[in-house]
């Protein structure tokens, strides 16, 4: 048995500027942080001629078949075909958090099964390997509307920068922050659930079609991504940082209608009238999860304010996706 653990991750600033159609232009760069927030892949051998079926998946539904063409998940029959295994092989999927709300975690399933499904094969993949492999699979042959920050912050972990030029070659920097700070950072991080649930390629394929009316608002988020960067590593106040956060997400609403809604509105004033100081939606926009830079000694303010959301505990910083168990 082979049990793979792939992080979630936060975008703090840069989203949208990891789309192709965006950074074979302009150049494009993400700061972000895989989050202690993770989906599991078990993956075992079963020997199909002791059972009636050659592959069995579970996820929110269990499926048995004898092919590929069996199955009707097409991400895991397509990461499956694309890594040469065609039967004798049970894949379990488990997540910390639900999917289709801002974390990535499409691009987390894509990564984390390409990498199991290697091991099962007896193979290595290295973290930029598995990366475009994933990228592949996600916008080649599933054809999705979706950028490369998700699958390259599954595969790497860390707090990162992602700088990405028009050719689509990346390259990952971590951020060197000495302990205390970035345990400051982990510290002032709120983050709550809309209760809200949709799917990013719908929100986003809107945006690229309208590309060359949003073109100067990416371009200053892609701005800030530099600002926020100089904020972390210098002996700047945290506060600057939460600022920034609040200067993106508007810049992010004026993407399109469907990144934000009147409820979604509401939730993230009453963080700010509670105490903190910027916030953004995670993700493409229309629901998920909202993240909050909130001092510690504001935080109980802001919690008893947003008591109807649900709020989740976790910290930045985690690792790629790796086998934990074989």
Known sequence: ????????????????????????????????????????????????????????????????????????????????????????????????????????????????????????????????????????????????????????????????????????NFSVERIPLPIDRLQELDASLMLFFTGITRRAQDIESKKIRNLLNINANLKRMLNLVDRAHEVLT???????????????????RLLDSAVSSSSIDSLYNQGIEAGALGGKLLGAGGGGFMLFFVPPERQDRVRTALARYNEIKFSINAPGSSIIHS
């Open 1 to 168: 048995m082979i049990i793979c653990k792939t992080p979630l991750r936060i975008s703090f600033f840069g989203g949208g500027t990891d789309f192709p159609e965006f950074f074979s232009e302009n150049g494009g760069a993400v700061l972000g942080t895989a989050i202690d927030k993770y989906i599991y892949h078990t993956i075992s051998h079963i020997p199909s001629w002791l059972f009636e079926h050659k592959i069995r998946f579970a996820y929110r539904k269990v499926e048995f078949a004898n092919t590929l063409d069996g199955i009707e998940h097409i991400p895991f029959r397509e990461i499956l075909r694309h890594c040469g295994v065609f039967e004798n092989i049970e894949v379990n999927l488990a997540s910390d958090l639900p999917a289709f709300s801002g974390l990535g975690s499409s691009s987390s399933f894509t990564v984390g099964l390409i990498k199991g499904v290697n091991a099962f094969n007896g193979k290595h993949i290295n973290q930029q390997d598995l990366a475009k492999q994933a990228i592949f699979i996600e916008r080649e042959i599933l054809n999705e509307s979706v950028g490369i920050q998700d699958q390259i912050f599954a595969a790497y972990g860390g707090l990162n920068i992602v700088s990405i030029n028009p050719g689509c």
């Open 234 to 252: 210098s002996n700047a106040s945290l506060s600057e940082f939460g600022g920034l956060l609040h200067e993106t997400w508007m810049e992010k």
